[in-house]
């Protein structure tokens, strides 16, 4: 014996059916329009990375710096209006890095005979037939070293017409560099709210400790740079006083200048000075800027300080910051030195939320 349902009862409940299913059905389309444009954003930002790829080194700089001073932005738009702050904090870091750039040339050319009588030795002795470097042990050979020293010649001698030569993309990019600080200064906040806008509310705890551990890193990376440059001019007065060639300030200044620009490195100096000592035949001189000049000045900074400083600011193990700093510079040159060790930082920190959802889900951990 059948059950008779009402006419109204089984109406109503086609209807709300049909509604759910309607409502569903709006829900998924909102989300698909919803993801159209963040998907558009990201294809043409990779698109522009590959048409800017000779100045995007600048605007990543720019953009780390910004994320860096965004705190000194805030209080000085306590008092002014926000684009004021912007330019009062760009031109801020324009006029601190012009004060290094202007120092920096003053002391190498008041040394410039020394940088001269250097690359003049070393060019005389690689040009010697009887000389061949690989009998000094030196793994590389005279075609490589000259190859070094053309190099040398034109960024540390002649600076003037290497500059001259290139004015145009250098003036460009620093115009690139400031120009992405000041706008990310400007409204890269509010460009940061537009994209995350429209993230799912799961995600929206990801991209928030995510925005604050990047902070945090590049804040990190900024401040070791700048102080393992400090650390290098000091540390490398008593080895090239126990080197007895005269001009330490200015040979420990060269070492601190390398070190302040992330794809030279102090242990350029020291492998320029070395060469040097070589051509001058002085073994002695050669030992003590391998040993105390290359290993500890040089690397012992950047295998244990810089990954452990680093490291210690976001909680992540010294070795894999050491990895991912090197291979960073290694792939991406300047921009690698910010890019690498923050995709490690993400990445690690990425990983730690995901298994802390898990465990707050009561589910069990994977097995890696």
Not at 237 to 247: A, K, Q
Request: aromatic share 14%.
């Amino acid at each position: 014996m059948g059950i008779a349902f009402p006419v109204p009862v089984i109406i109503e409940g086609t209807h709300l059916l049909i509604s759910n299913r309607h409502n569903r059905y709006s829900t998924m389309n909102q989300r698909r329009t919803d993801l159209f444009p963040f998907m558009l954003i990201l294809i043409l930002t990779l698109f522009a990375f590959m048409v800017f790829l000779s100045v995007i080194d600048m605007v990543l700089i720019g953009a780390s710096v910004a994320v860096v001073l965004i705190p000194l932005h805030h209080r000085i738009s306590r008092y002014t209006k926000p684009g004021i702050s912007a330019g009062v904090v760009t031109f801020g870091v324009f006029f601190a890095v012009s004060i290094v750039v202007l120092f920096s040339y003053l002391i190498f050319a008041s040394n410039i005979q020394t940088l001269l009588h250097m690359f003049d030795t070393i060019g005389t002795w690689l040009n010697n037939p009887s000389t061949n470097p690989l009998d000094f042990g030196i793994p590389v050979t005279k075609t490589t070293l000259s190859g070094l020293l053309d190099q040398g010649t034109a960024l540390f001698v002649n600076y003037k017409k290497t500059l001259l030569d290139n004015l145009t993309l250098i003036a460009f990019k620093i115009f690139v560099l400031f120009f992405s600080l000041f706008s990310l200064l400007l409204w890269g906040e509010d460009l940061k709210l537009k994209l995350t806008r429209r993230v799912p509310k799961m995600f929206s705890e990801y991209v928030r400790k995510l925005s604050e551990v990047t902070s945090d890193t590049l804040y990190a990376i900024y401040n070791v740079q700048i102080a393992i440059a400090v650390l290098t001019f000091f540390i490398a007065i008593p080895v090239f006083y126990l080197l007895g060639y005269g001009n330490i300030i200015f040979f420990s200044f060269l070492a601190a200048f390398c070190e302040l620009i992330p794809v030279l490195g102090s242990s350029i100096a020291f492998l320029l000075i070395g060469t040097y000592a070589l051509a001058l035949g002085d073994t002695r001189g050669v030992f003590i800027l391998f040993f105390l000049g290359y290993i500890v000045v040089s690397c012992l900074p950047e295998i244990y300080i810089r990954p452990v400083l680093v490291g210690r600011r976001v909680m992540i193990h010294p070795v894999i910051m050491f990895i991912g700093i090197i291979s960073g510079l290694l792939t991406l040159g300047l921009a690698g030195f910010v890019l690498g060790p923050l995709i490690v930082v993400l990445l690690v920190t990425s990983y730690r939320l995901y298994i802390q959802e898990k465990k707050d889900r009561g589910e069990p951990p994977s097995p890696s």
